[in-house]
């Protein structure tokens, strides 16, 4: 079985500070992992993801993540925050590239960028 | 090109009533699925379907009912709706070659009462 854990429900920083949304996953064999974003009334945008290579993988709006495979962990980062950046955020683990549709998202976590 | 849409945006409904929600996607995507989105539940997969005429289950089936008659369009239907699927609907599709981008539409808000 395959799960993911976003320990923070929220996330509050300042406009300029870095931030970091959290994920941890657990996957038997070698996971495919993602981060999507959800504004407000609107479906998840996809932001980046981690197949293999580089543990830093780099994405869409400035947002980066690093894959961690000792301690599975997938965190989320961006090094100057903007109040636009807050939004829904999503962690999904999945194993390989076939399966269709057996990704399993994370609970979600809130940031709150503040002025 | 306007990615992938969802017909209807808003829908309440009463305990025992039938619907069907449409998704459609302009991508020429092989895959497509249907999730619900409940608060502090995450995303959980429905049904999905990885090509016309083909479909699978996904996480939590019951209640639901799907089509892929055609490769643009993914049907979801609830043939009795009770309170438990009040949720909001969102539908994704994704190429055969990148399974795992997925595209999603912006969603169903469905109210059983």
């Known amino acids: 079985a395959q799960s993911v854990a976003q320990p923070e429900d929220q996330v509050n920083v300042a406009e300029g500070n870095p931030l970091t949304v959290k994920c941890t996953y657990s996957v038997s064999g070698n996971p495919y992992l993602f981060w999507y974003v959800q504004y407000p009334n609107r479906g998840l945008q996809f932001l980046l993801k981690?197949?293999?290579?580089?543990?830093l993988v780099k994405g869409s709006y400035g947002f980066e993540a690093e894959f961690n495979k000792s301690q599975t962990s997938f965190h989320l980062k961006k090094p100057s925050a903007l109040v636009s950046d807050s939004a829904l955020y999503f962690c999904a683990v999945r194993v390989g590239n076939t399966n269709a549709g057996k990704s399993t998202f994370g609970d979600g976590t809130t940031l709150t960028v503040k002025p | 090109n306007a990615g992938v849409t969802q017909t209807p945006k808003f829908r309440v409904l009463k305990t025992g009533q039938s619907m069907t929600l449409l998704c459609a996607q302009d991508m020429n995507h092989e895959y497509m699925y249907w999730y619900r989105q409940d608060p502090g539940m995450g995303l959980r997969l429905i049904h999905y379907s990885v090509g016309e005429g083909t479909t699978a289950k996904g996480e939590v089936p019951d209640g639901y009912n799907v089509s892929r008659l055609k490769k643009q369009n993914f049907l979801l239907g609830l043939e009795s709706a009770a309170p438990s699927q009040t949720s909001v609907y969102f539908c994704a599709s994704s190429p055969r070659t990148r399974v795992h981008e997925q595209y999603f539409g912006p969603g169903t808000r469905l109210t059983v009462t």
């Open positions: 981690y197949i293999t290579g580089d543990n």
